[in-house]
């Protein structure tokens, strides 16, 4: 079993990475189906470093803040670690404090199978074939292109085929989300890669354009389009795949299973998520109070696309609250009735929440710009990616005197409101939402159904006061009380009057 976790972890990679950046204390992060292993790895790379001189201390991290895909810096900083060593299925989003190094796996993978299955792909479609891929299935590449092109001499044939590289496997954090690249194509271990997007198109010289994705990268001419590729997909139906179709919604997709060895092209799912997505972009511009989850505090950025979903919200007319709360569910979000809709910041592999079971819905940032852009209509581009909408610009205040839009889902025009001009609340604080309730005493609400159940609330303010119930208060509007009267003494079985009333 050893010899087999060393290889399959990586042990003496890590191991030398580990030396050369002297890290002494690192933190071992293990998704939940990798944690039977996670004692022998930690015992063999400790056997592995003691052998170069010892002294360095490793920690398992178990449980992660938020999702496994992301590296867990909060847990790291715990123990203080200077490192963090992710393994698994990873998104690749930047970092914000500490260096990664990044341990994918090797899943199994049929290269014969594979490479008959691109080879009928080739046959049956006239485009040129790009082969992207889940990271765990990187270490097979080398084997996957040579025995496709055996394939093909044998078939005699030659059919166009790109494949995707992987982007890096050492990451350092980012100080910045501009993009940049040297465009020397070394993407093993190059620092700058930290402040690649995951979805981005760079033209890295007259001729190409370079694509980031998933952890995977590409270039393509810049006379062609992605529509001019079929995309070859290898690895099972999950985020990442998802990201894929979503990303490049216009391509036409293929998807090998490597469990079952087969083909699928079956991505109509995928594509009704989309529509349902669409669909909560346009419930969310008849909401007037949002609540903005905060999924991630590692990735590199999320505190600038915060701020700017907050100004976006603002400039819309409608108040914001910013929730932290780790990973979201409907419990935890049902404690915030007020909020008619939620905003995710978080990876992009994990910004479809599915809100089916939630009492509101939860949409992307990129929905978000969708929803509180006047203006704005969608043209099929899709962004998991919130570093692709950060911006610099300051978001224009919407004007009181702008004309009412129509909702598609309430079928009639609606007037926004603009809850910033009637100055209603201070500026937000950390306890926003605790602070409101004082002020809420003192505010009359002349119809509570309509803000209760209609979205009449601007603020939580109003739907506190709304409330037949308002919490524990100093206040009593009722009726004066009864008189304080002796109650039965005894136990249940018996009490002492039932016992005299039966002695008569």
């Known amino acids: 079993m050893e010899p087999d976790i060393r290889t399959r972890y990586e042990v003496p990679r890590t191991a030398e990475f580990l030396r050369a950046g002297g890290y002494t204390r690192v ?10 292993d996670a004692a022998a790895v930690a015992r063999a790379l400790r056997q592995e470093l003691a052998s170069g ?23 790291a900083s715990h123990i203080d670690a200077q490192c963090v060593v992710h393994y698994g299925h990873a998104c690749m989003s930047p970092t914000s404090n500490l260096p990664a190094f990044f ?29 992207l891929y889940g990271l765990e299935y990187a270490y097979a590449l080398v084997d996957l292109r040579r025995t496709f092109e055996e394939a093909c001499k044998s078939d005699s044939c030659n059919p166009e085929v790109q494949y995707a590289d992987v982007l890096c496997s050492v990451m350092s954090p980012s100080s910045s989300t ?38 995977v990268t590409w270039n393509i001419s810049v006379q062609e389009k992605m529509e ?32 079952e060895n087969q083909l699928s092209t079956d991505v109509s799912h995928l594509m009704k998520v989309l529509r349902r997505r669409y669909y909560l972009v346009e419930k ?38 910013t929730l ?82 129509f909702s598609f889902i309430k079928g009639a025009y609606m007037e926004d409101s603009h809850a910033e001009a009637e100055d209603m609340e201070q500026s937000e604080t950390s306890l926003a939402l605790a602070e409101v309730t004082e ?45 304080v009267l002796v109650g039965r003494t005894g136990r249940a079985a018996g009490y002492n009057d039932e016992k005299t009333q039966s002695a008569r």
């Not at 179709?245 to 299973?257: A, K, M, P, S, W």
């Not at 600038?304 to 919200?313: A, D, G, N, R, T």
């Open 284 to 321: 969310a511009k008849d909401a007037n109070i949002v609540g903005i989850l905060v999924g991630t505090l590692g990735v590199a950025g999320y505190l600038h696309i915060i701020e700017q979903m907050k100004e976006l919200i603002k400039a819309a007319g409608k108040k914001s609250y």
């Open 103 to 131: 341990v994918f796996g090797k899943a199994p993978l049929d290269v014969h199978a594979c490479a008959r299955s691109m080879l009928e792909c080739s046959r049956k479609s006239n485009k040129r074939i790009l082969v």
């Open 178 to 215: 501009t993009e940049k690249s040297d465009g020397h194509g070394d993407l093993s271990v190059n620092s700058d890669l930290a402040a690649l997007n995951n979805r981005c198109s760079i033209e890295c010289s007259s001729s190409t354009h370079k694509y980031s994705l998933g952890g």
């Open 228 to 259: 001019d590729y079929l995309i070859f997909w290898i690895g099972q139906d999950n985020s990442a795949f998802a990201n894929i179709v979503l990303t490049f919604n216009q391509c036409e997709i293929v998807r090998y299973d490597a469990i």
């Open 324 to 405: 932290v709360m780790g990973r979201p569910n409907s419990a935890k979000l049902a404690n915030f009735p007020e909020c008619e809709v939620f905003v995710y910041v978080s990876c992009a592999q994990t910004a479809l929440l599915d809100s089916k079971d939630f009492l509101a819905p939860v949409i992307t940032p990129f929905e978000a710009v969708l929803a509180f852009s006047r203006g704005r209509e969608w043209t099929g581009e899709y962004l998991l990616d919130f570093k692709d909408l950060i911006t610099s610009e300051k978001q224009e205040v919407a004007s009181a005197t702008e004309e009412a839009r």
């Open 27 to 36: 933190a071992l992060q293990f998704p939940d189906e990798m944690l039977k």
């Open 439 to 483: 002020k809420a005493l003192s505010i009359q609400n002349q119809n509570s159904d309509a803000i209760l159940y209609q979205g009449g609330a601007i603020s939580s303010i109003d739907y506190l006061k709304a409330r037949s119930y308002r919490g524990l208060t100093g206040e009593y509007e009722g009726p004066t009380p009864d008189s």
């Open 53 to 75: 001189g010892g002294g360095v201390r490793v920690f398992v991290m178990a449980d992660t803040a938020y999702n496994s895909c992301c590296v867990d810096e909060v847990g």
